[in-house]
């Protein structure tokens, strides 16, 4: 099956609202907001996302699969605390189309990596939950490494949030 990776556009918002609330409801305790919270919220707040990840410092990424359907998602952005590093945050692939040998999520991780190398980036930098091994086994097997940084999941202190980083080398295209 082919995916198309695509840029989320300004009038997406009915999109991303349908795949965030299917996050939420697949991997909870991934994302920082509850199913209830989000499926309360009003088209303003939908739009006000998709034109947060339109921002000249950001690049929203949806997989696209052979019927239109939205199956993944990943955002990047510039890191609000350490200069030339990204971060990579809302990454999900839907469960009918994770895997491999589908490959989804390393066509949108590359997406995002050429577009953290085309602004100079040196570092990609994420967090992921403690209790999530198979999304940890991904970014371990595209060369991420733990930092030993970690902090406490905004939904539940009890549980820690891991900090990974990955080296950027510079861009091979201009």
């Known amino acids: 099956m082919q995916y198309r990776i695509e ?27 509850t199913h ?24 929203g990424l949806v997989a696209v699969d ?3 359907e939205w199956v993944g998602t990943m955002l990047s952005t510039a890191s609000k605390d350490r200069a030339g590093a990204v971060d990579l945050i809302g990454v999900w692939v839907d469960p009918a189309h994770r895997g491999r040998e589908r490959g989804v999520a390393d066509a949108m991780l590359d997406t995002a990596l050429a577009w953290a190398r085309g602004r100079g980036a040196d570092l990609m ?22 930092t030993g940084g970690e902090t406490p999941y905004v939904l539940d202190t009890s549980a820690r949030i891991l900090e990974m980083a990955l080296p950027l080398e510079p861009s091979d295209t201009p």
């Open 7 to 33: 840029r989320i556009g300004r009038e997406d918002w009915r999109q991303l609202r349908k795949v965030r609330l299917a996050q939420l409801l697949d991997t909870p305790m991934a994302f920082g907001e």
């Open 36 to 59: 209830e919270y989000a499926s309360h919220q009003g088209e303003g707040n939908w739009r006000a996302r998709t034109d947060w990840v339109n921002e000249p410092d950001k690049v």
């Open 66 to 68: 052979p019927e239109g």
């Open 125 to 146: 930098l994420l967090g992921v939950h403690e209790a999530n091994p198979r999304a940890a086994a991904f970014y371990l097997r595209r060369g991420f490494a733990y």
